[in-house]
């Protein structure tokens, strides 16, 4: 099955599917790359399937992270600086 889809990119990192091959390919650094089988990607597939849960919460964790890290480099607005 031949198909070619548009990559997404997420953390710097590439994932491109092209003729049946995952291709995961830094941004920064593009010689970095990993091309993956059919078989390997459905079995990278089927493991992280299996930790989905984790991952999950991980990335919510991540997420509030960012955002109070954004809170305590922009305070909002309407809060008064105490002028310490």
Do not use: C
Request: cysteine-free.
């Amino acid at each position: 099955m031949a198909n070619q889809e548009q990559a997404t990119v997420v953390a710097g990192w590439e994932f491109h599917l092209v003729n049946d091959q995952l291709s995961i390919t830094s941004q920064s650094e593009p010689a970095k790359k990993l091309q993956l089988s059919p078989q390997a990607a459905f079995a990278l597939l089927s493991y992280l399937s299996k930790h989905r849960d984790n991952l999950y919460w991980a990335t919510q964790q991540g997420q509030r992270d960012e955002a109070e890290h954004d809170t305590e480099l922009h305070p909002h607005p309407d809060e008064e600086d105490p002028g310490f």
